[in-house]
T-cell receptor, first 111, second 112 residues
């Protein structure tokens, strides 16, 4: 059974600092997603990573994928308060449309 | 172009009752997936509908059932509600077997 683990689960950081969120998954997958969720809101798609070595960047966020290590990272550069949210990674079960989500990383960026 | 719309946005039900949640997919999409997100947790896959049939199912009891209509909209039905069914229910729409899925704003169900 596919398992997805994120760490840390809680992250409090100062504005201007850099940090990385990690996402490990247990079995082979076709693709990996990163989502953002604000309190009480739905999921906003950030990145879809499809192949080994894939790297995508949007603003202060950069995501990468290492399929051999079954690891994805979400790197935050020079954090700003607006990035405060919960970030989820999700992986599809190979050959399946079902997405398995991690527990999420609650990020708080303090002034 | 309207995105994925869900109704209602909030709902309070009593234990033992039945509930129906609705989802209209993004224009042009033909596949609807439902997820349950308990407080403080990641979403969990309930099932997926395509061509009016349930294509895949997660680890949820038979109390959870669904339907997809010819216009691709979908309903999620939950019978014999339990307190533990309280959650945010998310609908995601996509084109069948395509990568990108878009989530609706969710229905917050509270069972008392």
């Amino acid at each position: 059974e596919l398992k997805v683990e994120q760490n840390p689960l809680f992250l409090s950081m100062q504005e201007g600092k850099n940090y990385t969120i990690y996402c490990n998954y247990s079995t082979t997958s076709d693709r990996l997603y990163w989502y953002r969720q604000d309190p009480g809101k739905s999921l906003e798609s950030l990145f879809v990573l499809l192949s080994n070595g894939a790297v995508k960047q949007e603003g202060r966020l950069m995501a990468s994928l290492d399929t051999k290590a079954r690891l994805s990272t979400l790197h935050i550069t020079a954090a700003v308060h607006d990035l405060s949210a919960t970030y989820f990674c999700a992986v599809n079960q190979g050959g399946s449309e079902k997405l398995v989500f991690g527990k999420g990383t609650k990020l708080t960026v303090n002034p | 172009d309207a995105g994925v719309t869900q109704s209602p946005t909030h709902l309070i039900k009593t234990r033992g009752q039945q509930v129906t949640l609705r989802c209209s997919p993004k224009s042009g999409h033909d596949t609807v997936s439902w997820y349950q997100q308990a407080l403080g947790q990641g979403p969990q896959f309930i099932f997926q509908y395509y061509e009016e049939e349930e294509r895949q199912r997660g680890n949820f009891p038979d109390r959870f059932s669904g339907h997809q209509f010819p216009n691709y909209s979908s309903e999620l039905n939950v019978n014999a509600l339990l307190l533990g069914d309280s959650a945010l229910y998310l609908c995601a729409s996509s084109l069948f077997r395509q990568i990108e899925a878009f989530f609706g704003q969710g229905t917050r169900l509270t069972v008392v």
